[in-house]
């Protein structure tokens, strides 16, 4: 289907490691997009058929030299060619309103001053799940903290003003975030991006959020990322 032309390109750059369970869900929610698009895949070394299923798609698929998602997403928004940058998880799916959400932010020349997230959820039944994400939209409001699984549209111009990503195992969009907000504010999109409940299941949400607290603690003590990303995924 030929796609409209003539409005401002969009880049979106997904960080990749064996999701190939994940990406056909998350590419049929992009395909909506009915505007020049330009995705990239920076793939950190999978062993299953991400980078196949990226390549049926038609992605930009860059293999990274490293595992480490902080240096994937600027590896892949340092070669981007699109005005404005959506960063995803791929275990991300959206509403199929995200569309008409995107196209006003974008045509509204003002919305470049700011940073834009998606209201995290959860797809599935649990009271836990739904006080996660009351937590979440407080603290991404009011604290200006949206993470990266709530997905982060950027203009290249203020993602490159801001330094962009740094080559960081862990924390990479805080730091990021942090930047940012000093000066410019982080905005609701006004829609949900729903992450995979698997990972939020089978663990104690309570717990998670000490030790992740814990973990954001050391960071800003100067902590070495790397010692702090095995501490995390252990």
Known sequence: MARLQKFPTLSIIIPTLNEANHLPLLFSDLNLWPY??????VDGGSKDLTISIAEI????VMKSPKQNRGYQLKLGASNSKGDWILFLHADSRLDSTWVNSFIK???NKASKNNLWYFDFKIKKFNLEFRILEIAVALRSHFLQRPYGDQGLLIHKDLYTIS?????????EDLDLIIRLT???????????IYTDSIKWANS??????????SLRKKWRKGYNTDELSKEYYS
């Open 36 to 41: 020049d698009l330009e995705l990239i895949i």
């Open 204 to 213: 104690n949400i309570v717990i998670r959020a000490i030790k992740n607290a």
């Open 105 to 107: 932010i974008i045509k």
């Open 163 to 171: 330094g962009g990503f740094s080559s960081l195992k862990i924390m």
């Open 182 to 192: 000093k000066k410019n504010k982080a905005k609701r999109i006004g829609e949900s």
């Open 57 to 60: 798609q038609g992605a930009n």
